[in-house]
């Protein structure tokens, strides 16, 4: 599916990475919204990304690649996101010593970190990458200049970056 252009390969893990890292911004906001009501920025960084998305989303799609039936994907892709989930959120605690979710009060929570509703949702969203974004991007290649798809690939880099830098330096 993906080609074997190393520049083709950048421009595809960037512009999948954050596309999946956006479209996880979004589903935050909007479950902040439809459960409390208000709107807050849930990302890590000041960018409308939360790059535990982009991670997530290729690293099911890597570990999952091979598996061609729909419903197995998603099954996998629910067990191997909820374990993902779980881990990152003791990592996140301790490198950055904050929490920054909980699934306090969600049906089938465990231990506030992960939820079968959210893990549900993720299956979903992995879904979406593999047969939605990734064919997106692969598009995208095939229709707008290499040149140009490569200068946004490397300033988006150099952007998420320099925010995860600047969050990094004041939030320790």
Sequence with gaps: MIQHDKKQLFITAVLGFVLAAFG???YEEICVYVFYGYVYNRGMLH??????????AWG???LLRRVKQGWLFYLLSVVTASVFEYA???????????TYWSYAGWWLSVDDRISLVSSLI?????LLFVKGVLPLVLYLQKH?????????????VLIIA???AWV???YQ
């Design 88 to 98: 990152c959120s003791y990592l996140l605690e301790l490198l950055f010593h904050r």
């Design 47 to 56: 960018l409308p990304i939360c790059p535990i998305y982009g991670f997530g």
């Design 122 to 126: 993720f299956g979903l969203l992995a």
């Design 168 to 170: 990094v330096t004041h």
């Design 144 to 156: 707008v200049r290499k040149r140009i798809l490569l200068a946004v690939s490397s300033a988006l």
């Design 162 to 164: 320099a925010d995860f």
């Design 24 to 26: 996880g911004w979004v």
């Design 60 to 62: 099911l799609y890597l």
